[in-house]
């Protein structure tokens, strides 16, 4: 794996939980797949590809009201991270829904 070739990748994901009434980390958020704002848990995942393979590098469950940062803030930490593990990358790609 050559971390100086290749690209990191973004996602922002919404686990649905239409369901859950007392479940840990279950907030309202976003979610690009139903165009609204439904009941979940936000997965924040950095993934490494090289056109081949897919590796995930890092990720945060987003809890704002405890954890306290953004998601954008959540993301830069993680690509600071990578940084630190080595990753010298041109490009990051990230993956983001689409609101109406």
């Known amino acids: 794996m050559d971390l100086r070739k290749?690209?990191?990748?973004l996602d922002d994901t919404t686990l649905d939980k239409p369901y859950a009434q007392k479940m840990a980390l279950v907030t309202h958020h976003w979610s690009?797949?139903?165009q609204q704002v439904v009941q979940g848990i936000?997965?924040?995942t950095l993934?490494?590809?090289e056109g081949q393979s897919l590796i995930p590098c890092d990720f945060r469950v987003y809890d704002k009201p405890k954890g306290g940062k953004t998601k954008n803030e959540n993301f830069?930490?993680?690509l600071q991270k990578?940084?630190?593990?080595g990753?010298?990358?041109e490009y990051v790609l990230w993956i983001v829904g689409i609101r109406p």
């Open 82 to 85: 990578a940084k630190d593990r």
């Open 6 to 9: 290749g690209l990191l990748i």
């Open 32 to 34: 690009g797949k139903h």
């Open 47 to 49: 993934l490494w590809t």
């Open 76 to 78: 830069q930490d993680m």
């Open 42 to 44: 936000a997965l924040l």
């Open 87 to 89: 990753f010298a990358l």
